[in-house]
């Protein structure tokens, strides 16, 4: 993996370890020689690992639709800032430039990322790894929904093989490094009989 799309808040959150763990990512990325490509904001986790990324001598590529630039605030000192049109192009072009992908911390962004790419990954859209940093067990509840609509019927168990989950930067990246995308089941080909 090359180039990794990080998917984060653009607000810092209640505990130092969320912080820390990005800035461990940061460390990370730089020393593998890993291109960060993430939303582009000078704030909150976002910021975090992209000014470690930076500082360590690696390569933060931002990527923000024009209309968020006064909301999120642009980062002006990455390796490359690209604009888009819409939020459709920037998660298009993220997929397109990314090798994998990895959750942090956030909110309602942060998820909608990260649920897009899963369900991309569902239909078959990429066979690319997913990862979730589970820092002091951030994304816990979000597990036990997924495994909630599993129990209920409404998701297949092979979903949950979509992405790989850790509590920590290092051991992440080796579980996405070793991923083997799962043969889906399509249903709608067993619909239509084909």
């Known amino acids: 993996m090359r180039k990794i799309c990080v998917y984060a808040g ?14 461990k990512l940061g460390r990370i990325f730089a020393k593998k020689n890993i291109d960060l490509i993430y939303g582009g904001s000078k704030l909150g986790i976002m910021a975090e690992i992209a000014n470690e990324v930076l500082k360590q001598g690696g390569n933060a590529i931002g990527i923000m639709p ?18 888009t049109e ?30 897009e790419i899963i369900c991309w990954a569902q239909i078959g859209i990429h066979t690319k790894p997913i990862g979730l940093l589970n820092v002091d067990e951030f994304f816990t509840p979000v597990l036990n929904l997924l495994n909630h609509a599993v129990k209920e ?11 790989v989950v850790s509590d920590d930067a290092a051991e992440l990246l080796d579980l996405m490094e070793n991923f083997t995308a799962p043969v889906m089941q399509n249903k709608w080909k067993q619909l239509d009989g084909k």
């Open 10 to 23: 653009s607000n810092l959150g209640n505990r130092d370890s969320y912080r820390l763990e990005a800035k």
């Open 66 to 83: 024009s209309g968020l630039f006064k909301g999120e605030i642009a980062h002006q000192g990455l390796s490359e800032f690209i604009e």
């Open 86 to 115: 819409s939020m459709h192009e920037r998660k298009a072009l993220m997929n397109e430039l990314s090798d994998g992908f990895i959750a942090l911390p956030g909110g309602i962004g942060t998820f909608d990322e990260l649920f």
């Open 153 to 163: 019927g409404f998701m297949n168990e092979n979903t949950l093989s979509l992405f």
